[in-house]
Protein backbone atom coordinates (compact mmCIF):
# COMPACT_ATOMS: atom_id res chain seq x y z
CA UNK A 1 0.00 0.00 0.00
CA UNK A 2 2.93 2.45 0.96
CA UNK A 3 4.68 1.96 -2.49
CA UNK A 4 0.89 2.26 -4.31
CA UNK A 5 0.73 5.35 -3.05
CA UNK A 6 4.14 6.22 -3.47
CA UNK A 7 3.96 5.63 -7.11
CA UNK A 8 0.81 7.45 -7.28
CA UNK A 9 2.07 10.67 -5.83
CA UNK A 10 5.38 9.73 -8.28
CA UNK A 11 4.62 7.97 -11.34
CA UNK A 12 7.56 9.26 -13.37
CA UNK A 13 10.00 8.79 -10.40
CA UNK A 14 9.86 5.45 -8.81
CA UNK A 15 10.10 2.47 -10.68
CA UNK A 16 9.15 -1.50 -9.28
CA UNK A 17 10.82 -4.55 -10.06
CA UNK A 18 9.33 -7.50 -8.40
CA UNK A 19 11.77 -10.70 -7.87
CA UNK A 20 10.59 -13.84 -5.49
CA UNK A 21 12.73 -16.43 -4.71
CA UNK A 22 10.76 -19.15 -5.06
CA UNK A 23 11.10 -18.17 -8.83
CA UNK A 24 13.92 -16.34 -9.33
CA UNK A 25 16.28 -17.79 -6.95
CA UNK A 26 18.82 -18.60 -10.23
CA UNK A 27 21.11 -15.40 -10.74
CA UNK A 28 20.16 -16.27 -15.31
CA UNK A 29 16.59 -16.71 -14.45
CA UNK A 30 16.77 -13.06 -12.27
CA UNK A 31 19.11 -11.14 -14.13
CA UNK A 32 16.26 -11.35 -17.44
CA UNK A 33 13.06 -11.55 -15.27
CA UNK A 34 14.78 -7.96 -13.93
CA UNK A 35 15.71 -6.61 -17.96
CA UNK A 36 12.43 -7.77 -18.66
CA UNK A 37 10.51 -5.46 -16.30
CA UNK A 38 12.94 -2.70 -16.20
CA UNK A 39 11.92 -2.60 -20.73
CA UNK A 40 8.31 -3.04 -19.93
CA UNK A 41 8.57 -0.53 -16.91
CA UNK A 42 10.83 1.93 -19.85
CA UNK A 43 9.10 0.95 -22.95
CA UNK A 44 11.82 -0.50 -24.68
CA UNK A 45 11.99 -3.98 -26.42
CA UNK A 46 12.86 -7.00 -24.44
CA UNK A 47 15.55 -9.45 -26.41
CA UNK A 48 15.00 -13.06 -25.20
CA UNK A 49 17.72 -14.33 -26.96
CA UNK A 50 19.99 -11.87 -24.58
CA UNK A 51 23.03 -13.44 -22.72
CA UNK A 52 23.16 -12.97 -18.65
CA UNK A 53 26.04 -11.18 -19.67
CA UNK A 54 23.72 -8.62 -21.44
CA UNK A 55 20.71 -8.70 -19.61
CA UNK A 56 23.67 -7.49 -16.40
CA UNK A 57 25.34 -4.87 -18.83
CA UNK A 58 21.63 -3.65 -19.63
CA UNK A 59 20.92 -3.51 -15.62
CA UNK A 60 24.02 -1.32 -14.41
CA UNK A 61 23.48 0.82 -17.12
CA UNK A 62 19.40 1.29 -16.81
CA UNK A 63 20.53 2.15 -13.24
CA UNK A 64 23.32 4.69 -14.48
CA UNK A 65 20.71 6.70 -16.61
CA UNK A 66 17.85 6.29 -13.88
CA UNK A 67 20.35 7.65 -11.31
CA UNK A 68 21.25 10.52 -13.92
CA UNK A 69 16.87 10.94 -14.40
CA UNK A 70 17.09 11.32 -10.75
CA UNK A 71 14.68 8.06 -11.04
CA UNK A 72 14.60 5.59 -7.97
CA UNK A 73 14.31 2.04 -8.75
CA UNK A 74 12.92 -0.35 -5.78
CA UNK A 75 13.75 -3.95 -6.03
CA UNK A 76 11.70 -6.03 -3.67
CA UNK A 77 13.26 -9.68 -3.01
CA UNK A 78 10.56 -11.70 -1.94
CA UNK A 79 12.10 -15.02 0.16
CA UNK A 80 14.97 -12.80 0.19
CA UNK A 81 16.96 -16.21 1.79
CA UNK A 82 16.49 -18.15 -1.35
CA UNK A 83 18.52 -15.55 -3.24
CA UNK A 84 21.13 -15.80 -0.50
CA UNK A 85 21.75 -19.35 -1.70
CA UNK A 86 24.95 -20.23 -4.20
CA UNK A 87 27.37 -17.60 -4.88
CA UNK A 88 24.80 -14.77 -4.62
CA UNK A 89 26.01 -13.40 -7.68
CA UNK A 90 22.78 -11.50 -8.51
CA UNK A 91 22.93 -9.77 -5.12
CA UNK A 92 26.43 -8.48 -5.20
CA UNK A 93 25.78 -7.15 -8.29
CA UNK A 94 22.85 -5.35 -7.22
CA UNK A 95 24.50 -3.74 -4.26
CA UNK A 96 27.70 -3.12 -5.69
CA UNK A 97 25.76 -1.62 -8.86
CA UNK A 98 24.32 1.03 -5.98
CA UNK A 99 27.65 2.17 -4.40
CA UNK A 100 27.84 3.96 -7.67
CA UNK A 101 27.36 7.93 -6.81
CA UNK A 102 24.75 8.22 -9.85
CA UNK A 103 22.42 5.26 -8.95
CA UNK A 104 19.01 5.83 -7.11
CA UNK A 105 18.55 2.04 -6.18
CA UNK A 106 16.95 0.39 -3.26
CA UNK A 107 16.79 -3.68 -2.52
CA UNK A 108 14.12 -4.72 -0.34
CA UNK A 109 14.45 -8.18 1.24
CA UNK A 110 11.20 -9.56 2.38
CA UNK A 111 12.01 -12.72 3.89
CA UNK A 112 10.44 -15.20 7.62
CA UNK A 113 13.68 -16.16 8.57
CA UNK A 114 15.18 -13.92 11.25
CA UNK A 115 18.93 -14.61 10.45
CA UNK A 116 18.43 -14.31 6.49
CA UNK A 117 20.75 -11.55 6.52
CA UNK A 118 23.48 -14.07 8.35
CA UNK A 119 23.61 -15.99 5.13
CA UNK A 120 25.36 -13.37 3.04
CA UNK A 121 28.47 -13.93 1.88
CA UNK A 122 31.08 -11.41 3.31
CA UNK A 123 32.04 -9.70 0.47
CA UNK A 124 28.15 -9.12 0.07
CA UNK A 125 27.75 -7.96 3.35
CA UNK A 126 29.91 -5.59 3.44
CA UNK A 127 27.72 -3.93 0.99
CA UNK A 128 24.33 -4.23 2.96
CA UNK A 129 23.24 -1.50 5.07
CA UNK A 130 21.51 -3.38 8.10
CA UNK A 131 18.33 -1.80 8.48
CA UNK A 132 16.23 -4.50 9.48
CA UNK A 133 12.48 -4.20 10.33
CA UNK A 134 10.73 -6.96 12.43
CA UNK A 135 6.94 -7.79 11.86
CA UNK A 136 5.71 -9.38 14.76
CA UNK A 137 2.96 -11.69 14.28
CA UNK A 138 -0.49 -9.83 16.03
CA UNK A 139 -1.68 -11.15 20.12
CA UNK A 140 -4.48 -13.34 20.36
CA UNK A 141 -6.06 -9.82 21.84
CA UNK A 142 -5.35 -8.02 19.28
CA UNK A 143 -6.78 -10.38 16.66
CA UNK A 144 -9.78 -11.17 18.53
CA UNK A 145 -10.54 -7.71 18.57
CA UNK A 146 -10.17 -6.94 15.24
CA UNK A 147 -12.60 -9.86 14.59
CA UNK A 148 -14.84 -8.26 16.70
CA UNK A 149 -14.36 -4.22 14.88
CA UNK A 150 -15.25 -6.91 11.20
CA UNK A 151 -18.14 -8.78 12.39
CA UNK A 152 -19.59 -6.41 14.82
CA UNK A 153 -23.21 -4.87 13.44
CA UNK A 154 -23.12 -0.88 13.93
CA UNK A 155 -26.41 0.77 15.00
CA UNK A 156 -26.23 3.02 12.16
CA UNK A 157 -25.70 0.00 9.57
CA UNK A 158 -29.37 0.20 8.14
CA UNK A 159 -30.52 -3.26 9.38
CA UNK A 160 -33.53 -3.75 12.53
CA UNK A 161 -32.35 -2.55 15.44
CA UNK A 162 -33.82 -5.46 17.39
CA UNK A 163 -31.78 -7.88 14.86
CA UNK A 164 -28.96 -5.77 15.46
CA UNK A 165 -29.20 -6.59 19.46
CA UNK A 166 -29.83 -10.25 18.77
CA UNK A 167 -26.63 -10.63 16.03
CA UNK A 168 -24.43 -8.75 18.16
CA UNK A 169 -25.33 -10.44 21.97
CA UNK A 170 -25.18 -13.79 20.40
CA UNK A 171 -21.45 -12.84 18.85
CA UNK A 172 -20.57 -11.36 22.43
CA UNK A 173 -21.13 -14.69 23.65
CA UNK A 174 -19.36 -16.57 20.89
CA UNK A 175 -16.45 -14.39 21.22
CA UNK A 176 -15.95 -14.66 25.30
CA UNK A 177 -16.03 -18.41 25.13
CA UNK A 178 -12.96 -20.33 25.34
CA UNK A 179 -13.67 -22.74 22.45
CA UNK A 180 -13.43 -19.40 20.10
CA UNK A 181 -10.34 -18.56 21.80
CA UNK A 182 -8.92 -22.16 21.13
CA UNK A 183 -9.73 -21.99 17.43
CA UNK A 184 -8.29 -18.24 16.88
CA UNK A 185 -5.41 -19.85 18.96
CA UNK A 186 -5.42 -23.16 16.16
CA UNK A 187 -5.68 -20.27 12.81
CA UNK A 188 -2.68 -18.05 14.49
CA UNK A 189 -0.47 -21.59 14.28
CA UNK A 190 -0.83 -21.69 11.13
CA UNK A 191 -1.13 -18.60 9.88
CA UNK A 192 -1.22 -15.24 11.62
CA UNK A 193 -1.47 -12.74 8.91
CA UNK A 194 -4.54 -10.38 8.91
CA UNK A 195 -5.57 -11.73 5.16
CA UNK A 196 -5.35 -15.41 6.32
CA UNK A 197 -7.76 -13.76 9.04
CA UNK A 198 -9.90 -12.43 6.78
CA UNK A 199 -10.29 -15.68 4.46
CA UNK A 200 -11.34 -17.30 7.73
CA UNK A 201 -14.17 -14.99 8.37
CA UNK A 202 -15.51 -14.81 4.54
CA UNK A 203 -15.78 -18.30 5.17
CA UNK A 204 -17.12 -18.09 8.73
CA UNK A 205 -20.05 -15.71 7.44
CA UNK A 206 -20.47 -17.78 4.26
CA UNK A 207 -21.28 -20.94 6.68
CA UNK A 208 -24.27 -18.63 8.53
CA UNK A 209 -27.53 -20.05 9.29
CA UNK A 210 -29.60 -18.86 6.37
CA UNK A 211 -32.72 -19.38 8.30
CA UNK A 212 -31.93 -17.43 11.52
CA UNK A 213 -29.53 -15.20 9.94
CA UNK A 214 -27.07 -15.32 12.79
CA UNK A 215 -23.14 -16.60 12.79
CA UNK A 216 -22.86 -19.56 15.16
CA UNK A 217 -20.00 -21.56 17.24
CA UNK A 218 -20.24 -24.17 14.52
CA UNK A 219 -19.77 -21.37 12.04
CA UNK A 220 -16.59 -20.97 13.04
CA UNK A 221 -15.77 -24.36 13.60
CA UNK A 222 -16.16 -25.53 9.87
CA UNK A 223 -14.84 -22.68 8.86
CA UNK A 224 -11.37 -23.65 10.46
CA UNK A 225 -12.18 -27.10 9.26
CA UNK A 226 -12.29 -25.69 5.48
CA UNK A 227 -8.92 -24.24 6.01
CA UNK A 228 -6.87 -26.85 7.29
CA UNK A 229 -7.95 -29.05 5.28
CA UNK A 230 -5.06 -30.24 2.95
CA UNK A 231 -5.09 -32.27 -0.70
CA UNK A 232 -2.61 -34.35 0.62
CA UNK A 233 -5.29 -36.26 3.21
CA UNK A 234 -7.50 -35.59 0.84
CA UNK A 235 -5.79 -37.84 -1.41
CA UNK A 236 -4.58 -39.98 1.42
CA UNK A 237 -8.32 -41.20 2.15
CA UNK A 238 -9.20 -42.50 -1.38
CA UNK A 239 -5.96 -45.20 -1.48
CA UNK A 240 -7.23 -48.65 -1.50
CA UNK A 241 -5.82 -51.03 0.83
CA UNK A 242 -2.83 -52.13 -1.29
CA UNK A 243 -1.47 -48.66 -1.94
CA UNK A 244 -1.96 -48.08 1.99
CA UNK A 245 -0.14 -50.97 2.53
CA UNK A 246 2.96 -50.40 0.51
CA UNK A 247 3.09 -46.78 2.10
CA UNK A 248 3.20 -48.74 5.52
CA UNK A 249 6.17 -51.11 3.87
CA UNK A 250 7.77 -47.64 2.88
CA UNK A 251 7.34 -46.16 6.67
CA UNK A 252 8.63 -49.55 8.29
CA UNK A 253 11.85 -49.34 5.83
CA UNK A 254 12.52 -46.09 7.07
CA UNK A 255 12.38 -46.93 10.60
CA UNK A 256 14.57 -49.01 10.23
CA UNK A 257 16.91 -46.67 8.76
CA UNK A 258 16.85 -47.98 5.57
CA UNK A 259 18.80 -45.21 3.53
CA UNK A 260 18.03 -46.54 -0.06
CA UNK A 261 14.82 -48.65 -1.36
CA UNK A 262 12.93 -49.49 -4.18
CA UNK A 263 9.79 -51.28 -5.44
CA UNK A 264 11.62 -54.42 -5.20
CA UNK A 265 12.57 -53.90 -1.32
CA UNK A 266 9.00 -52.27 -1.02
CA UNK A 267 7.70 -56.14 -1.58
CA UNK A 268 10.13 -58.17 -0.02
CA UNK A 269 8.89 -56.03 3.14
CA UNK A 270 4.97 -56.72 1.88
CA UNK A 271 5.98 -60.57 1.63
CA UNK A 272 7.55 -60.56 4.86
CA UNK A 273 4.15 -58.76 6.37
CA UNK A 274 2.02 -61.90 4.53
CA UNK A 275 4.16 -64.53 6.03
CA UNK A 276 4.15 -63.20 9.37
CA UNK A 277 0.62 -62.33 9.92
CA UNK A 278 -1.02 -65.04 7.63
CA UNK A 279 -3.50 -61.62 6.07
CA UNK A 280 -5.81 -62.53 3.27
CA UNK A 281 -5.01 -59.09 1.64
CA UNK A 282 -2.41 -60.68 -1.15
CA UNK A 283 -1.69 -59.53 -4.33
CA UNK A 284 0.12 -60.32 -7.28
CA UNK A 285 3.46 -58.46 -8.20
CA UNK A 286 2.00 -56.95 -11.02
CA UNK A 287 -0.77 -55.46 -9.21
CA UNK A 288 1.29 -54.05 -6.69
CA UNK A 289 3.45 -52.31 -9.29
CA UNK A 290 0.19 -50.82 -10.47
CA UNK A 291 -0.66 -49.55 -7.22
CA UNK A 292 3.02 -48.48 -6.90
CA UNK A 293 2.82 -46.33 -9.94
CA UNK A 294 -0.32 -45.14 -9.05
CA UNK A 295 1.19 -43.80 -5.87
CA UNK A 296 4.23 -41.88 -7.97
CA UNK A 297 1.43 -40.27 -9.91
CA UNK A 298 -0.15 -39.13 -6.99
CA UNK A 299 3.14 -37.83 -5.68
CA UNK A 300 2.71 -39.57 -2.26
CA UNK A 301 5.96 -40.91 -2.80
CA UNK A 302 8.32 -39.96 -5.47
CA UNK A 303 12.16 -40.85 -6.80
CA UNK A 304 15.14 -40.48 -4.76
CA UNK A 305 17.44 -38.47 -7.21
CA UNK A 306 17.65 -38.19 -10.77
CA UNK A 307 19.95 -40.87 -11.18
CA UNK A 308 19.61 -43.86 -12.67
CA UNK A 309 16.77 -42.84 -14.72
CA UNK A 310 17.74 -45.29 -17.52
CA UNK A 311 16.97 -47.78 -14.88
CA UNK A 312 13.73 -50.17 -14.91
CA UNK A 313 11.15 -48.45 -12.45
CA UNK A 314 11.06 -51.32 -10.07
CA UNK A 315 15.28 -50.55 -9.50
CA UNK A 316 14.71 -47.11 -9.14
CA UNK A 317 15.46 -45.75 -5.28
CA UNK A 318 11.74 -44.17 -3.94
CA UNK A 319 10.87 -42.21 -0.55
CA UNK A 320 7.60 -41.25 1.01
CA UNK A 321 6.29 -38.01 0.59
CA UNK A 322 3.95 -38.57 3.30
CA UNK A 323 4.73 -37.97 7.40
CA UNK A 324 4.12 -40.09 9.97
CA UNK A 325 1.16 -37.80 11.67
CA UNK A 326 -0.44 -37.65 7.73
CA UNK A 327 -0.34 -41.60 7.41
CA UNK A 328 -1.45 -42.16 10.84
CA UNK A 329 -4.68 -40.22 10.63
CA UNK A 330 -5.31 -41.79 7.46
CA UNK A 331 -5.53 -45.30 8.47
CA UNK A 332 -7.27 -43.87 11.33
CA UNK A 333 -10.02 -42.73 8.73
CA UNK A 334 -9.98 -45.19 6.60
CA UNK A 335 -13.37 -47.47 7.46
CA UNK A 336 -12.02 -49.84 4.99
CA UNK A 337 -8.22 -50.34 6.62
CA UNK A 338 -7.73 -53.54 7.96
CA UNK A 339 -6.77 -53.82 11.44
CA UNK A 340 -3.46 -55.30 10.63
CA UNK A 341 -1.73 -51.82 9.29
CA UNK A 342 -2.86 -50.28 12.22
CA UNK A 343 -0.91 -52.70 14.70
CA UNK A 344 2.35 -52.61 11.63
CA UNK A 345 2.21 -48.62 11.59
CA UNK A 346 2.54 -48.58 16.13
CA UNK A 347 6.02 -49.43 15.78
CA UNK A 348 6.07 -49.26 19.57
CA UNK A 349 3.56 -51.85 20.73
CA UNK A 350 4.39 -54.07 18.01
CA UNK A 351 7.62 -54.12 16.60
Do not use: W
Amino acid sequence: MVLEDLKKEHPDAISVIRLNGMLHSDDNCATKEIARQLCLEHQLSFSKMASSDDNTEFIIDMLRECGLAHKTILFILEEFDLFAQGKQRLLYSLLDAMQSLTSQAVVIGVSCRLDADQLLEKRVRSRFSHRKLLFVPSSLEDTQRLVEHLLILANDSGLPAKYIMDYNSRLTNIFSDKKFKGILNSLMDADATTSNILRFLFRAVSYMDMESGFLSMESFVKALSSMQRQPKMDSLQDLSILELYILVCMHRLEDKEQSSYNFTSIMKEYRSIQDAYKTSDKYTSTVCFRAFEHLLDRELISFGDNRGRNQALEYRPVKLLVSSRELAQSLKLNTTCPAVLQKLFDRERYM
